[in-house]
Each structure stands twice: as C-alpha cells, then as structure tokens.
C-alpha cells in the first residue's frame, strides 16, 4: 500500500497525532542512563516494538523510530561504529511492523553530535552530510515514509541534514527545530535564530513540514507555532512538546505536565496553526491519548 504524503494530508483539512517520547520511555522499560538506546533496536526489539505500538494504540497517526541518535557521530561515541546501516535498518524495520499499512513511520534524525564542532568550524560540512546521508539511506530501506529531521539547534546542521534526505531518498522530510524562550514571546535557538527563520530555511532546503519539538513545555508551542505560520503561511507545521521541564523528585527525574493539561492547550495550538501536534521527553501514551480526545 502506498501511502499518501503527510503534507497532503494536513492540507486536505485532517489534523494528525504524532507519538510521544522514546527516550524517557524506554528509561521506564529499563534503558540505563550511559545506555545506547539505538542497541535496543538488535538486543531489545520486543521493547521497540512495544514503544510504537503503545502510541499506535493510543491513538497516534504517526509513530517514529528509535533512531534518534542513529549518525556515525553519536553511535561510535557508543563503541558502535561501523554499525549504522544495522541499527537505523532494524530501527526503522520495527516501526514499520508496528505501524501496518495504516499509519505513517517516521525515522527520527537527531542532532548529528558533532554539531559544535560545525559551529567553531572544527569539522568539515561534508562530514556531517555524509553521516546524515547514510543514516536515511538505511531509514529508507527500512521501510519508513518520512525523514523528521528533529531536535535542531541550528540552522546550518538542519539544513545539511535536509539536503541530505532530499539527495539520497525519496523520503518526505519534517524539519523541527528547539527553542530557548528568550523573551515575552520571543524564542531563539542555541545559535540565535528565530522560528521564521528557522522554517524559511527547512523548507527551502527541501523539508515540506516544519515546526519545533522539546523546547520548555507545551505553552511555548503556541507562539512558536504561530510565528511559523505568519512566516509560512502554505506549510503543515507540526509540534512535540516536552511534558514542561523535567525536575528531580527523590533523585528520580519527572516532568510535570499532566495528560490533561497538555490536551488542554490543544485548541490553542490548532488557532496558532499547527496542523500535527504529539509529545517529546516526558510524554506517555496516555499524553497521547489526550491529545487526540481533545482533538475528537
């Protein structure tokens, strides 16, 4: 079966639910903090597979895959170089079988890892296409209908990894950026650019979906999106926020924002323009399961 684009679909007029968070998730199942969560995808498959099948069965449309840190970079600072093409294959492959023909995969395309060194100009531009490039060649392969280009700090790596996607797939591409708020409605990523800029520069490198994930909580979201859409007025804009900030309570870390309370700022983001909405770090089926009553 074949899939239509996301795009499409949020311009017809549907409004999608994304997943939840797969890092705080799988701390829950047992992933241990110096762990290698994309390892999980060879040593614990059954726990991925249960991940994306617990936010399928809480109502999302999209659910992604535990590649999060799948570059050259981040996976051989794990003593698991070599092994990219394995592990965003399985990732992806484990996605997909939880997914069906019914619902649309996402390979998760985190910060490369050698992001700071692009920005001091320690490490040539074309190292980090290469690594991103590869990356979602095995995405591809593994069977997953968008790239999500996400957790973006800078305009520059966000868009070597767009071009990459773009020139070695045919893979539809989410960008999405996170923020810092700076200001009274003003919010910055680490390198200082704004959410207008951040979604002209996506989408003109290739992304036909744009939007911002992580970032402080749920209530910044709004005035992200909002600044996204003034900027791109055409262009689907999705949103995942953190359940607020995380706290440490009993040398245990939580984030506070209840599944009520995110759902709660569900008609708020729809007027500011966001088009699929779902969670990052912190956020559980049942954040999901909100969002997408609210929605209803």
């Not at 003593?79 to 996402?106: F, K, P, Q, T």
């Amino acid at each position: 079966m074949t899939r239509p684009r996301i795009a499409d679909v949020v311009r017809s007029g549907r409004v999608l639910v994304s997943d939840g968070a797969w890092g705080t998730y799988a701390a829950q199942l047992g992933l241990a903090a110096d762990e290698c969560p994309e390892k999980w995808n060879t040593t614990r498959p059954d726990q991925i597979l249960f991940i994306a099948q617990s936010y399928l069965a809480a109502g999302a449309d999209l659910v992604e895959t535990n590649s999060f840190g799948g570059t050259s970079f981040r996976l051989g600072a794990h003593g698991l170089a070599g092994r990219e093409d394995e592990l965003n294959l399985a990732a992806a492959r484990l996605s997909r079988a939880a997914a069906g023909e019914d619902h649309w995969v996402l390979g998760s395309m985190g910060p490369s890892g050698a992001g700071y060194q692009l920005l001091l100009g320690e490490i040539e531009p074309e190292a980090i296409y290469a690594a991103f490039a590869a990356q979602a060649v095995a995405l591809e392969r593994g069977g997953v209908d968008a790239a999500c280009v996400e957790t973006m700090m800078g305009i520059e790596e966000a868009t070597l990894a767009v071009q990459a996607v773009k020139e070695s797939t045919a893979l539809e591409i989410i960008t999405t950026f996170t923020f810092s708020q700076t200001g009274p409605n003003e919010f910055h990523t680490m390198d200082g650019a704004e959410p207008a800029d951040c979604a002209l520069a996506a989408l003109a490198a290739g992304a036909s979906i744009v939007g911002a994930n992580c970032c402080e909580g749920i209530e910044q979201m709004i005035g992200i999106a909002a600044q996204m859409r003034a900027a791109a007025p055409e262009a689907p804009i999705m949103v995942q926020a953190n359940a607020g900030l995380p706290v440490v309570v009993d040398g245990v870390v939580t984030y506070p924002a209840t599944p009520a309370a995110m759902a709660a700022h569900v008609p708020a983001l729809l007027a500011a323009g966001a088009s699929i909405i779902g969670g990052c770090c912190g956020t559980t089926p049942d954040h999901i399961k909100a969002i997408k009553a609210a929605l209803r």
